[in-house]
T-cell receptor, first 113, second 112 residues
Framework: DTGVSQNPRHKITKRGQNVTFRCDPI?????LYWYRQTLGQGPEFLTYFQNEAQLEKSRLLSDRFSAERPKGSFSTLEIQRTEQGDSAMYLC???????????FGQGTRLTVV | SQQGEEDPQALSIQEGENATMNCSYK?????LQWYRQNSGRGLVHLIL?????REKHSGRLRVTLDTSKKSSSLLITASRAADTASYFC????????????FGAGTRLAVHP
């Protein structure tokens, strides 16, 4: 069990630039989630994949956000035309089945300047 | 909107004392999980308690769940400075895709 891996750990970008984050879940986990956490708050759900299918998206996921999970393995989260309000920690989690515990990665901290 | 709310928002205690954090939620749940987060780091899973369970233990941690009151508590006994962190409860709803709905957390400071 190598755990959930997220890259990069930190990203500083200028407003208006595009950024992409990657999440590698635990290999046998078919369920993958993205969350966003702003300072002093709990994480908020962004989107859910079961294998390669994106089954749920939060209202928080504006048109500038897109997520993919090709072949049901790793996932990417892209933010286009970043805004200062996008500055947050982006967390990825995976789990093997309904009702099982979730395993979180260390997160990617995005700072938009 | 957030499903869960932790209470208190912040807690400051001395090493060796017990720390109790409470979590309330609004709608029926499938299970409830507690997580710890050190500043700027990822989430560490502590305990998962299912809706049909009332109490679980793990080392110095004790979690209770009262579904009639829609509330849970996390007790850390004999606290240590290393327990200093933010603690979050997160619920999964019945019939959903098991996404976690977090509260705003309790910030615990344990002083040597």
């Amino acid at each position: 069990d190598t755990g959930v891996s997220q890259n990069p750990r930190h990203k500083i970008t200028k407003r208006g630039q595009n950024v992409t984050f990657r999440c590698d879940p635990i290999s046998e986990h078919n369920r993958l989630y993205w969350y966003r956490q702003t300072l002093g708050q709990g994480p908020e759900f962004l989107t859910y994949f079961q294998n390669e299918a994106q089954l749920e998206k939060s209202r928080l996921l504006s048109d500038r956000f897109s997520a993919e999970r090709p072949k049901g393995s790793f996932s990417t989260l892209e933010i286009q035309r970043t805004e200062q309000g996008d500055s947050a920690m982006y967390l990825c989690a995976s789990s093997p089945e309904v009702g099982a515990r979730d395993f979180f990665g260390q997160g990617t901290r995005l700072t938009v300047v | 909107s957030q499903q869960g709310e932790e209470d208190p928002q912040a807690l400051s205690i001395q090493e060796g004392e017990n720390a109790t954090m409470n979590c309330s939620y609004k709608t029926s749940i499938n299970n409830l999980q507690w997580y710890r987060q050190n500043s700027g780091r990822g989430l560490v899973h502590l305990i998962l308690i299912r809706s049909n369970e009332r109490e679980k233990h793990s080392g110095r941690l004790r979690v209770t769940l009262d579904t009639s009151k829609k509330s849970s508590s996390l007790l850390i006994t004999a606290s240590r400075a290393a327990d200093t962190a933010s603690y979050f409860c997160a619920t999964t709803l019945m019939g959903g895709y098991n996404k976690l709905i977090f509260g705003a957390g309790t910030r615990l400071a344990v002083h040597p």
